[in-house]
Nanobody, 127 residues
Framework: QVQLVESGGGLVQAGGSLRLSCAGS????????MGWFRQAPGKEREFVAG????????YYADSVKGRFTISRNNAKNTVYLQMNSLKPEDTAVYYC????????????????????WGQGTQVTVSS
């Protein structure tokens, strides 16, 4: 059974920073790309950032490019999302997700490409 557990969410003022972590277990973590998604109230879940299985490739949504950084430590089975210069519009529940295909060569930006999800962590940015 694959488990993903997020942590690091919270309340922060606009312009502040947070670092989210996602710890994985249950399969060979390093064989799969990982993604971060978010869902604001009344909106669909959207792609935020993705990282390849090796960590050598990353991809970001335009809305977070230059402010967020995704990284991973395969020795610790953990993926991170460093969020800087936070804006009120970044307020959402953030989810990490594991790719459904091992050693995929592209980073998938749709929810259908991921088959394991964490429980989510709330990020609230006040103005």
């Amino acid at each position: 059974q694959v488990q993903l557990v997020e942590s690091g969410g919270g309340l922060v003022q606009a312009g502040g920073s947070l670092r989210l972590s996602c710890a994985g277990s249950g399969r060979t973590f390093s064989n799969y790309a990982m993604g971060w998604f978010r869902q604001a109230p009344g909106k669909e879940r959207e792609f935020v950032a993705g990282i390849s299985w090796s960590g050598g490739r990353t991809y970001y949504a335009d809305s977070v490019k230059g402010r967020f950084t995704i990284s991973r430590n395969n020795a610790k089975n953990t993926v991170y999302l460093q969020m800087n210069s936070l804006k009120p519009e970044d307020t959402a529940v953030y989810y990490c997700a594991a790719d459904s295909v091992s050693f995929r060569t592209v980073i998938v930006t749709t929810t259908t490409g991921y088959n394991y999800w964490g429980q989510g962590t709330q990020v609230t940015v006040s103005s």
